[in-house]
């Protein structure tokens, strides 16, 4: 029971990391980061059916749907700190790994990547984006963020 309350705490200190990119991103760079409006208004939008929009922006608002995209946020980020357990084992939690942490933020790409920029009507690998380098650029350093934050939190709570 403590190696999941470890995880969580480490999911939620990753996904934390995570937004102070974004943040850093939004504030610093100047370019806006994900709205998570948007992925609330997807996740808000499965039950009727609908997977796929043409462009998730044209799709109508839907009431909750910031809040939506915020719980799973966190709860997608809770759910990925369990990647360095598959990686490494129940070790991770105790002596955190680096190359863990980062691999398991790599492979969360495949999310953005795979499921939901297609879904949002912006292909895959955000193919159908105006600059989709630029796109998968910010996607890979916002998910090298998380890796890093997943290092950073389970090194913190090791102890």
Not at 19 to 37: I, T
Not at 54 to 79: C, D, N
Not at 125 to 135: K, L, T, V
Request: a positive charge; aromatic letters at 14%.
């Amino acid at each position: 029971m403590m190696i999941v309350f470890k995880t969580v705490i480490t999911g939620i200190g990753a996904t934390l990391v995570m937004d102070l990119w974004s943040w850093c991103q939004k504030h610093v760079l100047k370019v806006p980061p994900l709205n998570y409006a948007l992925v609330g208004r997807w996740i808000l939008s499965l039950p009727g059916g609908t997977f796929y929009h043409h462009t998730i922006a044209s799709s109508p608002r839907m009431p909750g749907e910031l809040f939506a995209g915020w719980v799973f946020h966190y709860l997608t980020g809770i759910l990925f700190a369990f990647l360095p357990l598959l990686l490494n084992g129940p070790v991770w939690l105790s002596e955190p790994s680096f190359s863990a942490g980062l691999l398991a933020g790599l492979l969360t790409l495949f999310a953005p990547f795979i499921i939901l920029q297609p879904a949002f009507g912006f292909g895959i690998a955000a193919s159908r984006m105006p600059h989709p380098w630029r796109a998968r650029l910010l996607s890979l350093l916002t998910h090298t963020a998380y890796g890093f934050g997943l290092y950073v939190t389970a090194l913190a709570i090791a102890g």
